[in-house]
């Protein structure tokens, strides 16, 4: 239990900004397993920068490392190019 103020107020900060973190990290799984069950290379293609910003801010916010990032990105435009092009 905080005995200060100044750590009361840190306690609700650090969990408003855990909560936060987790929804943009949660949101950014979703959106890699959308694109992973898609079959069209247009709108995966579409999809895949949009994916791309959401994994650099969680970067930028510190929620996951530059590494893991740099992966998850070559991985899917790996995946994304390997599609079959349908017509």
Do not use: F
């Amino acid at each position: 239990m905080p005995n200060h103020k100044s750590a009361e107020k840190r306690v609700r900060q650090t969990a408003v900004r855990k909560l936060r973190n987790r929804y943009q990290l949660s949101a950014c799984r979703t959106a890699i397993k959308k694109l992973k069950k898609m079959t069209v290379k247009t709108e995966a293609q579409a999809l895949l920068p949009k994916i791309y910003g959401m994994l650099d801010k969680l970067v930028k916010k510190n929620i996951i490392h530059k590494n893991k990032a740099a992966n998850q990105k070559s991985k899917l435009t790996r995946w994304v190019n390997a599609m079959p092009v349908v017509n």
